[in-house]
């Protein structure tokens, strides 16, 4: 889960960073990119990924 909303974020970055875009100066693709790795981190970590679940 937290994977997928770390390429949402990469990909809004590298869309923003093609138009030469920011977003009222409070979302710039600095912000997503440090977003983006923040969730990445979190998917590492193992939060989100389900594997702590048991099933019986």
């Known amino acids: 889960m937290f994977a997928t909303i770390a390429a949402i ?3 809004l970055a590298l869309l923003l960073e093609l138009l030469g875009e920011n977003i009222q100066n409070l979302v710039t693709t600095t912000t997503l990119t440090l977003a983006g790795l923040v969730f ?8 989100g990924s389900g594997a702590g679940r048991r099933r019986r």
């Open 9 to 11: 974020l990469f990909g």
């Open 40 to 47: 990445l981190a979190l998917h590492m970590a193992g939060y």
